[in-house]
């Protein structure tokens, strides 16, 4: 895959404008292979968290590190080769679903494809689609569902293998079938590979190595979901 995928970030600071910081001050350090949940209500800073690791904004202060590296220093490219993103809004494209599961990596092979999708619980979907592999998807997906988007995001991930997974739980209800599919799918795929969830779901909550509660920007309480309910803190009020 590439990277390790060891994250820190070390005093960051970052404000969409010139207004008001977004993200304030912001440590934190998830050993390789580890996942972590991102919680709190929102505007927390919970994205942002998520724009400025893929640098989809560029922080104003402090450093983010990747296996001891400045990402500030990695051509952003390069960068998000190392990542994979399943987002509550898929992002699909106009060509065909193989097209949209190989995403730009030409050197996959066919039976790579199937294979990733086979991985993803997508395949058999797909084996129901008009012209199955080869059926053309407009760029918001017409035609096949929330949750089959996300099936197909979750392909994409497989066939890309990398280092490091951004997941964004759907908060829109997604047919239970294809949900257990996800959550099946999913904890996969995050196997060996450092995870940043922005987290929903209190199952996936209570998995994580580690919960980051944000709170206007800031880290207000970070542990196990064990540690943080004998806090009795924020954490506790919400999910205790
Ligand atoms: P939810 O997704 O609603 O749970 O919130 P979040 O925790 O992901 O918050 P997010 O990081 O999106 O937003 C943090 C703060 O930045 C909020 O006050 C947002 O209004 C603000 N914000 C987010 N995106 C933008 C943007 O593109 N431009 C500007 N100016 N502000 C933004
Ligand atoms: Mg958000």
């Given at each position: 895959t590439g990277v390790k995928g060891e994250v820190e970030f070390h005093n960051v600071s970052f404000s969409y404008e010139e207004d008001g910081n977004t993200v304030r001050d912001v440590n934190l350090h998830v050993k390789a292979g580890q996942t972590a949940a991102l919680v709190g209500p929102t505007g927390a800073g919970k994205t942002t968290m998520i724009n400025l690791l893929s640098r989809f904004y560029e922080?104003?202060?402090?450093?983010?590190?990747?296996?001891?590296?400045?990402?500030?220093?990695?051509?952003?490219e390069s960068l998000r080769k190392h990542m994979g993103f399943v987002l509550q809004d898929s992002f699909l494209f106009r060509g065909t679903v193989r097209e949209n599961i190989r995403y730009g990596r030409l050197e996959a092979s066919d039976d790579e494809v199937v294979e990733a999708a086979k991985l993803a619980n997508a395949h058999s979907f797909i084996m129901k689609l008009p012209q199955r592999y080869e059926t053309v998807l407009s760029q918001d997906g017409n035609g096949i569902s929330q949750g089959?988007?996300?099936?197909?995001?979750?392909?994409?991930a497989f066939l890309a293998n990398p280092g490091i997974l951004i997941l964004d739980e759907a908060t829109s209800s997604i047919d239970t079938v294809t949900e257990l599919k996800i959550q099946d799918a999913l904890q996969e795929?995050?196997?060996?590979?450092?995870?940043?969830?922005?987290?929903?779901?209190?199952?996936?909550?209570?998995?994580?190595?580690?919960?980051?509660?944000?709170?206007?920007?800031?880290?207000?309480?970070?542990?196990?979901?064990?540690?943080?309910?004998?806090?009795?803190?924020?954490?506790?009020?919400?999910?205790?």
């Open positions: 922080r104003d202060s402090g450093l983010i590190l990747i296996d001891g590296g400045d990402i500030a220093n990695v051509k952003k089959q988007k996300q099936l197909l995001s979750i392909a994409r795929l995050m196997k060996g590979r450092t995870s940043f969830v922005i987290a929903h779901r209190l199952n996936t909550i209570q998995k994580a190595d580690k919960i980051f509660v944000l709170e206007e920007g800031r880290i207000i309480e970070e542990g196990t979901n064990d540690s943080l309910l004998e806090q009795e803190g924020f954490y506790y009020r919400l999910h205790g």
